[in-house]
């Protein structure tokens, strides 16, 4: 059994070459930025125990490599699933679309129930 120890939401954008890649990779930078996990120093718990699931949105999923996502995360056995969503802003002024991809990093550790207690 696994229990979910984090959860992360991050936004990234590309603002002049609709580039989905881009926007998607700086989402889930912008997630894992907000967080840190002393466990794994803390109980000498080996990161590759840690299961991540990124879940990433823009307008076309189909724009998206998910191995080089994968590439970029610094820890565990990451599942990357792409969905509908984000945001296209177009710029009727320069013929410009802004692209906004947003992002979920969720962590997950096989059950510690009863494996270490704070002292």
């Known amino acids: 059994m696994e229990q979910r120890i984090i959860i992360e939401m ?23 930025r907000h967080s840190t996990l002393p466990i794994f120093q803390s109980i000498d718990l080996d990161h590759t125990q840690m299961r ?13 490599d998910t191995e080089a996502l994968r590439s ?22 320069t013929g410009d679309t802004a692209v906004v991809a947003t992002a979920s990093v969720e962590a997950f550790l096989p059950s510690q129930v009863g494996k270490w207690t704070q002292t």
């Open 10 to 32: 991050g936004m990234g954008n590309d603002l002049h070459g609709m580039d989905y890649q881009k926007a998607a990779r700086r989402a889930i930078e912008d997630a894992v």
């Open 52 to 64: 991540v699931q990124v879940t990433v949105a823009v307008q076309e999923p189909d724009k998206i």
């Open 72 to 93: 970029g995360l610094p820890r565990g056995r990451a599942e990357i699933s792409v969905v509908a969503g984000g945001l296209n802003i177009p710029n009727p002024e």
